[in-house]
């Protein structure tokens, strides 16, 4: 037997890239684990197959994300990637999420940089590049009907493409390192599946799902049971919501439902336009037994005569009925529902809504006629159970789901036990144990949930305010960060009640709409030193480019590969040759004997073509005609001719004029990418005081001192800030705001808002406030401190460098003005700094940059 292969330092970098959450990041470790178990330990050699099975909402697109990431980043990198879809819906959303543009991509954050093959391209010459290269990630998304059958939608994929010289199916199943990434997996698996399987002859099958179907439970690798999700504030709260009296009809149970999500609806406005969040418009998901009883439910909906008329041209109906312009309109619509100009705020389905619809602003579920039992699913659920701010707002109403019962509140009460029952309630993920004789080994270990899905009438847990990751306690499955048993929820701010009656979740739904929509205002306090800051006029300034900036010639090379395997091709030809063997026809391809050798009529020395690829380096739009620039060029030329190998002076005679034209677009493209745009200054100064009044919708709170962070808190109790409330983003914001308010030569301070301090950060005019202004006051010498405080893992990166050279340059500027008689200056501090600064303002200008 082998010994176990895992990369846990490639794991912890993945994660912080991805920012996974650590049920995500225990997903993927335990899918690694068990596959090197199998291959490395046990030494089997048939294809391994596993599945991870997470609540809704927990992220499973992350885990398929961070699982590429990490086998394309090993040691021995896979390169192929196939992402199977049970139908068209998930097929299209997994490839925006995979698209640069999207507003839920995860493109900028991978850098296995996929190349994305689809039924749309996987047969274009630019995917044959591709495919040919090696170096490249391949990130093919197809429905499994594609691949399953070699008749209907999957017959295209079974047919002889002439750019591959055979079917695409047939070179799936050549490769070698084909890692299969099996979303929803309970939809498809069975026969077809398996067969499927075993031709393509994959290395790793991981199936993805929330439910599992019994017989596979012993493909499970990964559970993260929705109770835990709820524990560990993942996704929202259900809370169960019933009639005390005997009211049935459809008119109250509406009316019921549209008040919950009016009130909702008024917190979320309230809560967007305080932390200047794009607004999320609450949703209600109604669902209707068949078409008749949806059809009626829109009818009461869409009159003047329901609710005053406030619903008319607010609803979408969806069912399998509707046909041609009225089916597309209502899927465009249902897809563009969390779009804040969306109209749509209740949504009638016959049925549930199938997988791949996930929006996050569900916040009403109505199941009309239906038994509880029907909608209290995990599969239901999870239509509602994303949280559309990423985390819990400490707004219980925001952080809920209310689930409108048809039953009655006592029945509801006597039935809760039974339908917690229904839920799976154990966790389970793959440990390394070290045995007596040092060999490491993978054990699977579950964990039992004493959370509910459903909670108590009296409450449920539900912790509010913010935590960073290594705060976050799991449950079910995964163990806390500190590495301690994660059995037990965290401690409870509040209360949420798993059953409660429809008059009193109105009640107290009116009562947080009504506290949320106050506004206080804020002035400076007149006891307070102002604060005057420099206003200084941004000018815009494009410096000169230079070829010598750049220092990465990967793209170069790659493009010199491309460039060989592109026109090598245009330099052949392929034909499909048929066949008879006694039985039926066989179509095979080959490779025409005779070339086309009309693309040849120059016989140009390898030279001579540099020196014209170097000619088009420096016509590049600001690039300077120096020596040293020249220079520069013909590195670039070079990385490109070598690697277009043996073949660049018989590509290069036939093609300069294409060569010269895609070379230059690429160096334009980079020196974009490594270019600094800078900004000068007018010579007016002008001090300005800080006056501004401050508006909040913040919860008040006495003091500080505590350490305790809670974003929606306006805190009081500081003695040096020129307000008397501040709010923050986050913890190390909060911290910092406490340093600097007991530093000793400190005189006033305050939290910056927008364009409070804006600071001119590219020639595009882009801005940017740091947190905090800081006056003090040593040796007589007051000095003045504009403050950013950054997640560590940001400090690094290219926005943030960029930002920090504007403000000192802001700072310079301000400097040299004989009107200003403060030295500024600029701290960046992070995560780190704050912590090993224990309070102190005097540690943390120093560990600062």
């Known amino acids: 037997m082998g010994e176990l292969q895992f990369q846990p330092d490639l794991l912890a970098e993945v994660a912080h890239r991805l920012d996974l959450r650590e049920p995500n990041r225990k997903a993927i470790e335990s899918v690694m684990l068990r596959t090197s178990d199998h291959y490395d330990v046990q030494e089997r050699t048939e294809p391994y197959e596993c599945i991870v099975d997470s609540a809704t909402g927990v992220g499973k697109t992350y885990v398929m994300a961070g699982l590429m990431e990490y086998l394309a980043g090993a040691e021995n990198p896979a390169r192929n990637f196939l992402l199977l879809a049970p139908g068209r819906t998930i097929r299209d959303k997994s490839v925006l999420n995979f698209t640069s543009g999207n507003p839920k991509s995860l493109r900028h954050m991978l850098r296995s940089d996929p190349y994305v093959i689809t039924a749309d391209n996987f047969d274009a010459q630019s995917t044959r590049i591709a495919i040919d290269d090696p170096t490249v990630t391949k990130l093919y998304i197809f429905t499994v009907q594609a691949l399953t059958s070699a008749t ?8 002889p493409l002439e750019n591959l010289g055979m079917s695409f199916f047939d070179h799936l199943a050549r490769l070698d390192d084909l890692v299969i990434l099996a979303d929803e997996h309970h939809c498809y698996r069975g026969p077809a599946f398996s067969r499927t399987i075993r031709d393509l002859k994959p290395e790793l099958v991981v199936g993805m799902t929330a439910t599992p179907v019994k017989v596979d439970e012993s493909l499970v690798a990964f559970r993260y049971p929705l109770a835990a999700a709820i524990a560990d504030k993942i996704v929202k709260i259900p809370v169960m919501v019933a009639r005390r009296d005997d009211r049935s009809d459809v008119e ?3 009316l019921d439902g549209v008040n919950l999500l009016r009130y909702k609806g008024q917190a979320a406005d309230a809560y967007c336009d305080e932390n200047d969040l794009p607004r999320v418009n609450p949703v209600m998901l109604v669902i ?7 059809e009626e439910f829109q009818t009461v909906l869409d009159t003047n ?3 005053g ?12 009925k509707l046909t041609g312009d009225a089916k597309e309109k209502a899927l465009a619509d249902l897809q563009d529902v969390e779009d804040p100009d969306s109209p749509v705020r209740i949504i009638i389905s016959v049925g549930m809504l199938k997988e791949g619809w996930d929006v996050k602003n569900v916040y009403v579920i109505a199941s009309m006629r239906a038994s509880v039992s029907e909608v209290m699913t995990e599969q239901t659920l999870g239509r509602g159970m994303r949280l559309p701010f990423g985390k819990y707002t400490s707004i219980e109403i925001l952080d809920t789901l209310e689930v409108l019962a048809h039953e009655k509140y006592g029945d509801l009460l006597e039935k809760r036990k039974v339908l917690n029952e229904a839920f799976i309630d154990y966790g389970t993920y793959a440990e390394v ?12 270990k579950t964990i039992e949930s004493d959370a509910d899905v459903i909670g108590l009438p009296g409450g449920h847990p539900a912790e509010g305010g913010d935590t960073s990751p290594a705060d976050k306690q799991t449950t079910g499955g995964v163990s806390t960060a500190s590495g301690g048993s994660a059995a037990a929820p965290s401690s409870t701010a509040s209360t949420v009640p798993g059953v409660v009656d429809v008059e009193t979740r109105t009640r107290e739904a009116a009562e947080v709409a009504k506290k949320t929509a106050a506004v206080v205002r804020y002035d400076p306090l007149s006891d307070r030193e102002p604060i005057l800051i420099p206003r200084l006029i941004s000018v815009p300034q494009f410096v000169a480019v230079s070829l010598n900036e750049i220092v990465d010639y990967g793209p170069f090379a790659r493009l010199g590969r491309t460039l060989t395997a592109d026109y090598s091709d245009e330099l052949k030809r392929t034909k499909i040759v048929a066949t008879h063997d006694g039985r039926k026809a066989v179509v095979t391809t080959e490779t025409a004997a005779d070339t086309i050798v009309s693309a040849l009529p120059l016989d140009i020395p390898l030279a001579v073509s540099r020196d014209s690829l170097i000619r088009r380096v420096m016509s590049v739009k600001g690039v300077q005609n120096r020596a040293l620039e020249v220079g520069a060029a013909q590195r670039i030329v070079d990385h490109l001719i070598e690697a277009m190998g043996e073949k660049a002076a018989d590509h290069l005679s036939a093609f300069i004029d294409r060569c010269g034209q895609r070379l230059a677009t690429e160096v334009a493209k980079t020196l974009r990418d490594v270019s600094k745009a800078q900004v000068t200054y007018a010579d007016d100064v002008q001090l300005v005081a800080l006056s501004k009044t401050r508006e909040a919708r913040k919860r008040q709170v006495a003091g500080h001192a505590d350490g305790s962070f809670d974003k929606a808190i306006a805190f009081n109790g500081w003695s040096k800030n020129l307000y008397s409330h501040s709010w923050f983003d986050t913890t190390p914001e909060f911290k910092a705001a406490n340093a600097i308010d007991s530093g000793k030569n400190v005189v006033v301070w305050a939290r910056l808002h927008i364009n409070d301090v804006p600071i001119t950060w590219t020639s595009e005019g882009r801005q940017y406030n740091p947190d905090f202004v800081v006056i003090e006051v040593s040796d007589g010498q007051r000095m003045g401190w504009l ?6 893992k940001d400090i690094t990166s290219d926005e943030v460098v960029a930002k920090r050279r504007a403000a000192r340059r802001w700072a310079n500027t301000a400097n040299s003005s004989s009107d200003v008689d403060v030295t500024w200056h600029y701290l960046l501090v992070g995560e780190q700094d704050v912590e090993d600064a224990q309070g102190s303002w005097e540690l943390l200008k120093g560990f600062g940059q």
């Open 305 to 307: 005569t329901f609710d």
């Open 152 to 159: 209907g939608e999957g017959r295209a994929t079974h047919l």
């Open 433 to 444: 144990r070290r045995l007596a004789d040092g060999s490491a080994v993978v054990r699977q």
């Open 787 to 792: 403050v950013e405080t950054k997640a560590d």
């Open 288 to 294: 209707a037994r068949n078409i008749e009883e949806a």
């Open 309 to 320: 008329g406030a619903w008319v041209g607010k609803t979408l109906l969806i069912h399998s």
């Open 252 to 254: 109250t149970k509406l």
